[in-house]
């Protein structure tokens, strides 16, 4: 079986998105989401939007002390 790169529009599996709303449920910042899962941005936030899961603020930078305590 060739190497698979999931970047290209693999199906989303139901562990993906039980790890995508259990990740945005703790607040975790999208792009951390996105590395985690394997994917982009873009389609974290358009998953989300389908399945009608809130993610926290993009604007927010998850390795900012700052924002720890928010």
Do not use: C, K
Not at 21 to 33: N, Q
């Amino acid at each position: 079986m060739a190497d698979y790169d999931r970047s290209t529009g693999a199906p989303w599996s139901a562990a993906d998105l039980e790890q995508l709303r259990i990740l945005a449920a703790e607040g975790t910042a999208p792009s951390v989401i996105a590395v985690q899962l394997g994917r982009s941005e873009e389609a974290i936030a358009h998953r989300a939007a389908q399945d009608g899961i809130s993610l926290p603020s993009a604007s927010l930078n998850p390795y900012d002390p700052d924002t720890l305590d928010r």
